[in-house]
Nanobody, 118 residues
Framework: QVQLAESGGGLVQPGGSLRLSCSVSGTILKTNNMAWHRQAPGKQRELVAVILANEDIMYGDSVKGRFTISKDNDRKMIYLQMNNLKPEDSAVYYC????????????WGQGTQVTVSS
């Protein structure tokens, strides 16, 4: 049973920083896509950042230059460093581990709330 657990969310002032962490328990393959998504009230879930299985990294346009995704394969951790936070970054942030080639899987965490407000 694979489980993902996010931590590190909270309330931060505009311009501040937060670091989200996602721990992965259970057995997964070493070649995965590891991503952070977010969903704000009344909006669709959107991709924030992803480390692809080939190690390429992609960011959503709204977070480029401010957010950094990283991972620690040995510890099975995924991180999202968020700097210069803006009120529009407020959302529930979810980590996601998935494979599109066999064996396919798609695991999600429960989410952690990030609120950017003065």
């Amino acid at each position: 049973q694979v489980q993902l657990a996010e931590s590190g969310g909270g309330l931060v002032q505009p311009g501040g920083s937060l670091r989200l962490s996602c721990s992965v328990s259970g057995t997964i393959l070493k070649t995965n896509n590891m991503a952070w998504h977010r969903q704000a009230p009344g909006k669709q879930r959107e991709l924030v950042a992803v480390i692809l299985a080939n190690e390429d990294i992609m960011y959503g346009d709204s977070v480029k230059g401010r957010f950094t995704i990283s991972k620690d394969n040995d510890r099975k951790m995924i991180y999202l460093q968020m700097n210069n936070l803006k009120p529009e970054d407020s959302a529930v942030y979810y980590c996601n581990v998935y494979r599109k080639s066999w064996p396919t899987y798609d695991f999600w965490g429960q989410g952690t709330q990030v609120t950017v407000s003065s």
